[in-house]
């Protein structure tokens, strides 16, 4: 009889059997479709023995020092400040734009206090901001939301900005310094040897058994479990009852060059070439060594496997009848990107995570997120498809890490 059966074992469902051993000595059952845990953060290691991302690559930034210190017991971390290039009109420029965009693609000398005014001239303030266009056409006008903007959204969402809220877009910030960073979070790291070796950290539990290569409802019916905790997509969960929620797919185009470096930074973005949004390079994330590099190219798809909620005011109303139903379901939590339907980074669903066990618990999240440091034995994988072996043996086979850092 297990206490509890956990649907998915990304963020949400692996924090949650973590906190649920760990904390509350409840048994827990994590199955997962995949033959792997880590969800979409996954990282392995490549035929050429480079770790890769395999479903694109993943940055850990937060400004929670709550979970930033909880999934510190779990792993160490590689400082890591992400950079962006965008590829316009022949030159790669930062991105978010700041002064050295803005320079470097005009031949100008501005500087930071000239910014402002620079915007100010070619900025079109919208008195309504409705739309993704409405905010970058409002901040930067017109001719730098075509440059780096309207294409690379189309792409991204096979809709124009002009059809997406407000929010995908205000994720954009623009800077009148030279700052370069993407991320402005106070905490910016990468876990030193991998999200997945995270991931075996966090479910080292003898209470944690594993199911990989399985779905939820090839075993619902015979296991034995007392409540029911649900990563996987909400629609799905309700047999599709009010119809599909919209989601953005990807199709992940994996390489390895014989070169040791191919571009300056991990991600350049092509908001107006070829078909690929983006091009990633992993060893500028993980610090790694080697003489050939890995690198991904990512196309959008609207069909796939989901993995972007489309921000849609329609999208929002279709999910909240299935939000209604999912609150009728007292044995079931419902928790994660896809069953929240919530374009959440990494750091956002850990702290939903924790605050959905902090109920279960009826404690204070920062009572109850504290991980206790004891470390138990490897905790069992139950491989039905394939062959059984502990967790900890999963990335055994694989180099470590040679980190720069
Ligand atoms: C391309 C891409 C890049 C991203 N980059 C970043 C980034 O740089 N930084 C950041 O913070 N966040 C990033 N994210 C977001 C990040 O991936 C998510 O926040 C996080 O992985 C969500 O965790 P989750 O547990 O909610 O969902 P998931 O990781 O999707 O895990 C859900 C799991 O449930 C399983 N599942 C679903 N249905 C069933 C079923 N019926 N039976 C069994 N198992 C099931 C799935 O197989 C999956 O493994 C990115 C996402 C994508 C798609």
New binding site residues.
């Given amino acids: 009889m297990f206490d509890y059966l956990i649907?998915?074992?990304?963020?949400?469902?692996s924090v949650l059997a973590e906190r649920l051993a760990r904390g509350s000595n409840k048994k827990v059952l994590l199955?997962?479709?995949?033959p792997h845990i880590g969800?979409?953060?996954y990282d392995c290691y490549d035929d050429a023995g480079i770790l890769i991302h395999k479903?694109?690559?993943?940055?850990?930034?937060t400004n929670s020092r709550e979970v930033f210190e909880y999934l510190s017991t779990f792993t160490r971390w590689r400082p890591y400040e992400h950079r962006v290039r965008a590829s316009v009109d022949g030159q790669l420029v930062p991105i978010p734009i700041n002064l050295d965009t803005i320079n470097q693609l005009y031949g100008l000398k501005l500087t930071s206090l000239e910014m402002e005014g620079f915007f100010a001239s070619v900025a079109e303030p919208r008195e309504v901001v409705r739309t993704s266009e409405d905010v970058v056409v409002g901040r930067v006008g017109r001719e730098l939301y075509e440059k780096f903007f309207r294409g690379y959204t189309r792409k991204q969402w096979g809709l124009d900005p002009s059809q997406l809220d407000a929010m995908v877009t205000a994720r954009v910030p623009v800077r009148t310094n030279r700052d370069d960073r993407y991320f402005a979070d106070t905490y910016q790291a990468m876990p030193l040897r991998g999200y997945t070796r995270m991931f075996e950290n966090l479910l080292d539990h003898d209470n944690v058994k594993i199911l990989l290569n399985?779905?939820?409802?090839e075993i619902v019916d015979v296991i034995p479990y007392e409540k029911m905790i649900y990563?996987?997509?909400v629609d799905?969960f309700f047999d599709y009852r009010y119809g599909k929620l919209p989601y953005r797919s990807?199709r992940f185009e994996h390489e390895t060059v014989n070169q040791e470096w191919v571009q300056p930074v991990a991600v350049v973005n092509y908001p107006n070439e070829h078909l690929y949004t983006r091009v990633t390079e992993f060893k500028h994330l993980t610090g790694q060594e080697h003489r050939k590099s890995s690198l991904v190219y990512e196309y959008p798809l609207a069909e796939g496997d989901p993995?972007?909620p489309v921000p849609r005011p329609e999208n929002n109303e279709l999910y909240k009848k299935y939000q209604a139903l999912a609150e009728e379901r007292s044995d079931v939590h419902f928790v994660?990107?896809?069953a929240t339907y919530k374009y959440?980074?990494?750091?956002q669903?850990v702290a939903q995570a924790l605050s959905v066990y902090a109920r279960i618990v009826g404690q204070k999240r920062s009572e109850a997120t504290r991980a206790e440091a004891q470390r138990p034995a490897a905790p069992t994988v139950l491989t039905p498809r394939k062959e059984r072996r502990p967790a900890a043996s999963v990335l055994a086979e694989a180099p470590a890490v040679r980190t720069g850092a």
């Fill in positions: 649907v998915g074992a990304g963020f949400a469902g199955v997962d479709r995949r969800g979409n953060a479903y694109g690559p993943h940055i850990f930034h399985t779905d939820y409802r990563t996987g997509p799905e990807l993995y972007y994660g990107r896809l959440y980074n990494m750091d669903v």
